[in-house]
Nanobody
Framework: VQLQASGGGLVQPGGSLRLSCAAF????????LGWFRQAPGKEREFVAA????????IYADSVKDRFTIVRDDDKNTWYLQMNSLKPEDTAVYYC???????????????WGQGTQVTVSS
């Protein structure tokens, strides 16, 4: 089982990035999917999650109305579209999968390796 996150990079404030997470070794259609992030010196925090059906999405207040989580079960991949990026969004972003929808990182079973997002002018 492997999750491969990609799409991070350096972007100016106000810019956009799309992160991708591809799953290998299992099918995501039976899983809720999430994104978390961890900035230097801080704890890992919840960003967004989407239910198995795709009908329910939850977001951290800090990213609501700026970030969108989307899943594509046919590609066994999910995405985090990040718009209006701010310097405080700078962090390593991790994708994760779990059998139920949750904002708690401690319950997630599968984790990706992380991709760095840096928002700076």
């Amino acid at each position: 089982v492997q999750l491969q996150a990609s799409g991070g990079g350096l972007v100016q404030p106000g810019g956009s990035l799309r992160l991708s997470c591809a799953a290998f070794g299992f099918y995501i259609n039976n899983y809720s999917l999430g994104w978390f992030r961890q900035a230097p010196g801080k704890e890992r925090e919840f960003v967004a999650a989407i239910s198995k059906s795709g009908n329910t999405r939850i977001y951290a207040d800090s990213v609501k109305d700026r970030f969108t989580i989307v899943r594509d079960d046919d590609k066994n991949t999910w995405y985090l579209q990040m718009n209006s990026l701010k310097p405080e969004d700078t962090a390593v972003y991790y994708c994760a999968a779990h059998t139920t929808l949750s904002g708690s990182y401690s319950v997630y079973k599968y984790w990706g390796q992380g991709t760095q997002v840096t928002v700076s002018s």
